[in-house]
């Protein structure tokens, strides 16, 4: 979901630095072979995710929801020498995918995928986490937060995708499906959460960007 305007989106992207020629192929390739492509965090998104981590420059990063593993290749690029990036999914049908590109990528030893339920996996981190990616199941959003708070490090980062639900989250009848209020109830908890601060940036579906005092 994008929420500017066509031509500004557009300049936006030719404004941004292009993909990698690797994540130029697995973007394109998702697109081509797999379901729901649309859940791949793209061009964009993928240059703003980069960038934050070469921002933090971190050593653990935990990524829940690796689907093709364009967003992993994209986090992992900042991540320090000896850095590590724990990635969750539970569909078994992805991971050959996702690991057939990690391979072409000198990134591929700092990539950690573990498949299985992001509830079940969590609890046996035991890592602690300068940034954590939430993108799996929104109407879990709230529960993931909750189960990483106390292994993120204080000072450190959470993203949350798709905080804007297509724009579902300002529609003004009372929303019906569990997935819309999911992320009303995740944003409203974050907000009023005193133990962090929180930006939410209105880039493509949202981005709930949030620091942990
Ligand atoms: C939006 S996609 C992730 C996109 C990816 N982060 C990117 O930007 O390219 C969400 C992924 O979460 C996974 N997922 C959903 N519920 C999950 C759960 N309970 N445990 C683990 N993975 C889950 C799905 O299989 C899917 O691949």
Redesign the pocket.
Known sequence: MDFLPANINAYAEASTSSESELLYQLNRN?RAQIM?PR????HM??RF?SMISWMIRPRRIL??????????LCLAEGLVDDGLLIT????EE?EDFARSYWQKSPLNDKIDFRL????D?IPTLNETFDLV?I???KR?NSAYFDLIFDKVRPGGFMLA??VLWSGKVVELVKPSDLDTQSVLAFNEKVQNDSRVENVLLPVRDGIMMIRKR
């Open positions: 998702t729901a859940m791949l965090s793209g998104q993928g995710l990524e829940i929801g690796t689907y093709t593993g364009y967003s992993a969750i999914d539970h569909n992805l299985g339920s992001a509830m996996i990616f993108d799996a199941d879990n995708d798709n």
